[in-house]
């Protein structure tokens, strides 16, 4: 109730606006192929990337959720005492207790508004989706006192030397929740699949590179697809009143967590074998009458039937996720961000009113492992967010680094990797307008922020 006795309105909760960030320095893929001395392909038709974000040590996951969250209460208005939760989900820290929310609690000072819950959510790529959930629930429970909720999912993705680092990138996506929203979270559309695995994780806290079983990492994320979409296409049938659905009529559009755009492919292509397990007689999937007895685990490996299903869900792929993979594919992973960059560049690719009352099914992913499926109904219209977002034009605006400055920047970042007394060395020129930055490090390790001006 609010304080005038008046019941608060928990009616069709989900986003009501949404903001990224991104450094302002990228490096082309095909350029760091020639540095790397690797065959010419291997990340931009391997891995299917174009660009990288990177950064120095300008900049760190503090810096990058005080710039998403300050410069969308700007864009869009929002006073910071309508504020009653924020949550962030990250994978990157700087320190093992104090959450990177109590540093966002420093927008709030002036509002005087402390009476904000949520802390930070971790579990690789999967926090900001765990955040998301909580915040929507939180809106519709007895606990909420009518105020928004703001989710944060950012991290900054960088590995060592070697066939992982072109799989890095940067950047942060905020999300304004509350009811009446554009894009509601639709009930009864969710799927979670939970492992305990060791594909990705981060057990050296005095390093910001991840340990990687690679082949256990691919392997792990086509079988979380495949268990979250399973489930996922039972729940739409459900809801829905249909027989049998598929990729063609379970969503209007799919987002997914894009570590780097071929896993996207990947992925969509076991969609595509999963409705085969289910429909194997159907017309459509003649040319895959070869797999039909196949054991479910010989299937997560065999090549020749990944081609033939990447085959067989070309013309899904071109309609229904290419439009939203434009950000992945020039800024790579950005980890709990990587899904939420997808689904602005889907909101900032496609018109308005192509997006009117259409399904996006998402696809949360993160290693450890922890995967989601759940369902956004746009039921208002996008054109404020696109117009807030333009993602293809500020991508545009960026300035390309050399492979060998990049080498550079990630030495710098390695070796003044959880230094005290620091003083960072990086431009400024370097950062986009109204972006916050590192200014110092004290004995304690306690770190003093500062932004560039918005002119």
Same mark, same amino acid.
């Given at each position: 109730?609010?304080?005038?006795?008046?019941?608060?309105?928990?009616?069709?909760?989900?986003?009501?606006?949404?903001?990224?960030?991104?450094?302002?320095?990228?490096?082309?893929?095909?350029?760091?192929?020639?540095?790397?001395?690797?065959?010419?392909?291997?990340?931009?038709? =391997?891995? !299917?990337?174009?660009? @990288?974000? /990177?950064?120095? &040590?300008?900049?760190?996951?503090?810096?990058?959720? #005080?710039?998403?969250?300050?410069?969308?209460?700007?864009?869009?208005?929002?006073?910071?005492?309508?504020?009653?939760?924020?949550?962030?989900?990250?994978?990157?820290?700087?320190?093992?207790?104090?959450?990177?929310?109590?540093?966002?609690?420093?927008?709030?000072?002036?509002?005087?508004?402390?009476?904000?819950?949520?802390?930070?959510?971790?579990?690789?790529?999967?926090?900001?989706?765990?955040?998301?959930?909580?915040?929507?629930?939180?809106?519709?429970?007895?606990?909420?006192?009518?105020?928004?909720?703001?989710?944060?999912?950012?991290?900054?993705?960088?590995?060592?030397?070697?066939?992982?680092?072109?799989?890095? =990138?940067? !950047?942060?996506?905020? @999300?304004? /929740?509350?009811? &009446?929203?554009?894009?509601?979270?639709?009930?009864? #559309?969710?799927?979670?699949?939970?492992?305990?695995?060791?594909?990705?994780?981060?057990?050296?806290?005095?390093?910001?590179?991840?340990?990687?079983?690679?082949?256990?990492?691919?392997?792990?994320?086509?079988?979380?697809?495949?268990?979250?979409?399973?489930?996922?296409?039972?729940?739409?049938?459900?809801?829905?009143?249909?027989?049998?659905?598929?990729?063609?009529?379970?969503?209007?559009?799919?987002?997914?967590?894009?570590?780097?755009?071929?896993?996207?492919?990947?992925?969509?292509?076991?969609?595509?074998?999963?409705?085969?397990?289910?429909?194997?007689?159907?017309?459509?999937?003649?040319?895959?009458?070869?797999?039909?007895?196949?054991?479910?685990?010989?299937?997560?490996?065999?090549?020749?039937?990944?081609?033939?299903?990447?085959? #067989?869900?070309?013309?899904?792929?071109?309609?229904?996720?290419?439009?939203?993979?434009?950000?992945?594919?020039?800024?790579?992973?950005?980890?709990?961000?990587?899904?939420?960059?997808?689904?602005?560049?889907?909101?900032?690719?496609?018109?308005?009113?192509?997006?009117?009352?259409?399904?996006?099914?998402?696809?949360?992913?993160?290693?450890?492992?922890?995967?989601?499926?759940?369902?956004?109904?746009?039921?208002?219209?996008?054109?404020?967010?696109?117009?807030?977002?333009?993602?293809?034009?500020?991508?545009?605006?960026?300035?390309?680094?050399?492979?060998?400055?990049?080498?550079?920047?990630?030495?710098?970042?390695?070796?003044?990797?959880?230094?005290?007394?620091?003083?960072?060395?990086?431009?400024?020129?370097?950062?986009?307008?109204?972006?916050?930055?590192?200014?110092?490090?004290?004995?304690?390790?306690?770190?003093?922020?500062?932004?560039?001006?918005?002119?």
């Amino acid at each position: 109730m609010t304080a005038n006795g008046a019941a608060l309105n928990r009616e069709n909760v989900g986003i009501l606006g949404m903001e990224v960030y991104f450094p302002k320095r990228y490096v082309d893929q095909a350029e760091l192929e020639q540095f790397d001395g690797v065959s010419a392909g291997k990340y931009t038709i =391997g891995l !299917g990337q174009s660009k @990288m974000a /990177v950064t120095d &040590d300008r900049e760190d996951i503090a810096s990058f959720c #005080l710039s998403v969250v300050q410069n969308f209460m700007e864009k869009y208005q929002v006073k910071y005492e309508s504020v009653g939760r924020l949550e962030v989900g990250t994978e990157t820290i700087v320190d093992k207790s104090k959450s990177t929310k109590s540093v966002l609690m420093q927008l709030f000072k002036e509002s005087g508004n402390y009476a904000v819950e949520g802390i930070d959510t971790t579990n690789a790529c999967y926090g900001g989706t765990s955040a998301l959930f909580n915040a929507v629930q939180w809106c519709q429970s007895e606990f909420w006192d009518g105020r928004y909720a703001l989710v944060v999912a950012a991290d900054i993705a960088v590995y060592a030397k070697g066939n992982a680092r072109p799989s890095g =990138g940067a !950047g942060a996506a905020v @999300m304004l /929740v509350g009811p &009446d929203a554009p894009l509601v979270m639709e009930p009864g #559309l969710r799927s979670t699949h939970i492992e305990h695995l060791y594909d990705f994780y981060k057990p050296d806290l005095s390093s910001e590179f991840p340990e990687v079983d690679g082949p256990l990492s691919v392997v792990s994320y086509v079988r979380f697809v495949d268990a979250c979409y399973a489930k996922f296409l039972k729940l739409v049938e459900q809801k829905d009143g249909v027989t049998h659905a598929s990729l063609d009529n379970a969503a209007d559009f799919f987002v997914f967590h894009s570590p780097y755009t071929k896993q996207v492919t990947k992925g969509l292509a076991r969609m595509s074998y999963i409705d085969f397990t289910r429909q194997p007689d159907a017309p459509q999937f003649e040319a895959a009458q070869a797999y039909k007895d196949l054991p479910y685990q010989d299937s997560l490996t065999l090549k020749d039937l990944e081609r033939t299903f990447v085959g #067989l869900s070309k013309s899904v792929m071109a309609k229904k996720v290419a439009p939203s993979l434009l950000a992945a594919r020039e800024i790579g992973n950005s980890y709990c961000a990587s899904v939420y960059f997808c689904l602005a560049s889907l909101i900032s690719e496609v018109p308005p009113e192509q997006l009117a009352g259409r399904r996006i099914a998402m696809f949360s992913y993160g290693s450890g492992s922890a995967a989601s499926m759940f369902s956004l109904r746009v039921r208002g219209d996008t054109t404020k967010m696109a117009q807030n977002l333009l993602v293809r034009q500020r991508l545009e605006s960026r300035a390309k680094i050399s492979a060998e400055a990049f080498d550079q920047l990630m030495s710098l970042r390695e070796s003044t990797h959880q230094l005290r007394d620091y003083q960072p060395t990086g431009d400024l020129a370097n950062l986009f307008p109204g972006t916050y930055y590192l200014e110092s490090i004290d004995s304690k390790f306690r770190r003093e922020y500062k932004r560039t001006p918005l002119n």
